[in-house]
């Protein structure tokens, strides 16, 4: 549980999502154990008492995301922030901000939902089995806030409602953005010879997703087809750990294989049916997710009724890309039935308040180019709109 708990602190730090030596993270093993000394350790073990939890997180976001939390924290309605994207409808539902750091109040909080945030103070995110619950929490709680923040300030500058605090909060935001990520090497050339050459193809192109900053966390997913077999991350998997997290999915059905693999089989199966590729990469970059959320639409049925995710009729484009709706799995407006035939003309996906997906012909190279042009796009338009 020490490796664990030091693991993930240092994790936080190599994503920049805090700075070194400010994470407090602890969790239970035969006594409650935490990765390093801190004032505030006797009020959180106060929490740790009053929860049904195993870890719990605190700390301080780095900038960019220290001066979008606050602000978006000290401006939300009601004390509750809710971003669009598609992390925290399915896993956060919202973001609840507390004023006061008591522990009863927290206590309250953390019952109901994964994380709180506390204006100018930080970040608070708890998990149920492991630390690694906690660093995806806060991980994804960063995600959202930088998305909406973002997000709003373009609606609101275009509106011309922008406030003279969300313009400065932005400036200072602006200042620690980091530069467009680019890939330094490149990937294992395909074709692909046997599985095991595959399996390495997949966790390097995981992990380069990872280190460009192209996920939300280490969230995302990965296929592969060779021969009749589709090799695909496994849901929940870490994109830069993938070794021993990959299922083989025959795709004649039959395998139960599936049963664990990413919860986007489906689009990737019809993905690779169509013949025209044979990987593909699934990320979560930042301002991709930003315009895919701007629409100047107004009064629309659809968003009226805050069903954009589900199914916007309206053909939109980013980066030159196309945006889609879509939700994880197959029903009637699942990704499997939006993102295929939009890959079939295009480099790439960006599918409203998710993420982007790529394909590459025979090795993950140009996928992840696609994938990390497409962000460079997305990030300039950005700037261009405002």
């Given at each position: 549980?020490?490796?664990?708990?030091?693991k993930?602190?240092d994790k936080?730090?190599?994503?920049?999502?805090?700075?070194a030596?400010t994470?407090?993270?602890?969790?239970?093993?035969?006594?409650l154990i935490?990765?390093?000394?801190?004032?505030?350790r006797?009020?959180i073990e106060k929490i740790?008492?009053?929860?049904?939890?195993?870890?719990?997180?605190?700390?301080?976001?780095?900038?960019p995301?220290?001066?979008?939390?606050d602000f978006l924290?000290r401006?939300a309605?009601?004390?509750v922030l809710?971003?669009?994207?598609?992390?925290t409808r399915t896993?956060?539902h919202?973001?609840?901000?507390?004023t006061?750091?008591?522990a009863?109040?927290?206590?309250?909080?953390?019952?109901?939902?994964?994380?709180?945030?506390?204006?100018g103070r930080?970040i608070?995110?708890c998990g149920?089995?492991?630390?690694?619950?906690?660093?995806?929490?806060?991980s994804s709680a960063?995600f959202a806030c930088?998305?909406?923040?973002?997000a709003?300030v373009?609606r609101?500058?275009r509106?011309g409602s922008s406030?003279?605090?969300?313009?400065?909060?932005?400036?200072?935001a602006?200042e620690h953005?980091?530069p467009p990520?680019q890939?330094?090497?490149?990937l294992?050339r395909?074709p692909f010879?046997d599985?095991?050459t595959?399996?390495?193809a997949m966790?390097?192109?995981?992990?380069?997703?990872?280190?460009c900053?192209?996920?939300?966390?280490?969230f995302g997913?990965?296929?592969c087809?060779?021969e009749?077999i589709l090799?695909i991350?496994?849901?929940?998997?870490?994109?830069?750990e993938?070794?021993g997290?990959?299922?083989?999915?025959?795709?004649?059905?039959s395998s139960c294989?599936?049963i664990t693999a990413?919860?986007e089989?489906?689009?990737?199966r019809?993905?690779?049916?169509r013949?025209t590729?044979r990987?593909?990469?699934?990320g979560?970059p930042k301002?991709s997710v930003?315009?895919?959320?701007?629409?100047?639409?107004?009064?629309?049925?659809?968003?009226?009724?805050r069903?954009?995710?589900?199914?916007?009729p309206r053909p939109r484009?980013?980066a030159?890309?196309?945006i889609v709706?879509g939700e994880?799995?197959?029903?009637?407006?699942?990704?499997?039935?939006?993102?295929p035939p939009?890959?079939a003309?295009s480099?790439g996906v960006?599918?409203y308040?998710?993420?982007v997906?790529?394909?590459?012909?025979t090795?993950?190279?140009?996928?992840?180019s696609?994938?990390l042009?497409?962000?460079?796009g997305?990030?300039?338009e950005y700037f261009a709109?405002?």
């Amino acid at each position: 549980m020490d490796r664990l708990i030091r693991k993930y602190a240092d994790k936080l730090v190599r994503s920049g999502l805090a700075e070194a030596g400010t994470p407090l993270l602890g969790a239970w093993d035969v006594e409650l154990i935490w990765n390093r000394e801190d004032e505030m350790r006797p009020l959180i073990e106060k929490i740790f008492a009053g929860l049904h939890i195993s870890a719990l997180l605190f700390a301080q976001p780095a900038e960019p995301y220290r001066t979008v939390v606050d602000f978006l924290a000290r401006t939300a309605p009601s004390g509750v922030l809710r971003p669009e994207d598609t992390e925290t409808r399915t896993f956060l539902h919202d973001l609840p901000v507390v004023t006061t750091f008591e522990a009863e109040k927290l206590i309250q909080v953390l019952k109901k939902r994964k994380c709180a945030i506390l204006p100018g103070r930080g970040i608070i995110a708890c998990g149920t089995v492991s630390p690694e619950q906690a660093f995806v929490t806060f991980s994804s709680a960063c995600f959202a806030c930088f998305v909406k923040f973002f997000a709003d300030v373009l609606r609101d500058v275009r509106a011309g409602s922008s406030s003279p605090a969300q313009q400065a909060a932005f400036r200072q935001a602006v200042e620690h953005l980091d530069p467009p990520a680019q890939r330094v090497s490149p990937l294992l050339r395909g074709p692909f010879r046997d599985e095991a050459t595959v399996l390495t193809a997949m966790e390097e192109a995981g992990k380069a997703t990872v280190d460009c900053g192209l996920v939300d966390s280490y969230f995302g997913n990965i296929s592969c087809l060779f021969e009749d077999i589709l090799y695909i991350s496994q849901t929940g998997s870490s994109l830069d750990e993938l070794q021993g997290c990959i299922d083989p999915v025959p795709l004649d059905g039959s395998s139960c294989a599936g049963i664990t693999a990413s919860s986007e089989l489906s689009a990737h199966r019809a993905i690779v049916a169509r013949g025209t590729c044979r990987t593909i990469l699934h990320g979560h970059p930042k301002f991709s997710v930003v315009l895919s959320l701007a629409c100047g639409e107004k009064n629309c049925e659809v968003g009226l009724k805050r069903q954009c995710h589900l199914c916007c009729p309206r053909p939109r484009r980013a980066a030159g890309v196309p945006i889609v709706p879509g939700e994880v799995g197959t029903g009637l407006h699942g990704l499997c039935h939006t993102v295929p035939p939009a890959l079939a003309d295009s480099r790439g996906v960006i599918v409203y308040g998710h993420g982007v997906f790529t394909a590459g012909r025979t090795d993950f190279n140009g996928a992840l180019s696609s994938l990390l042009e497409i962000e460079k796009g997305c990030r300039e338009e950005y700037f261009a709109r405002l």
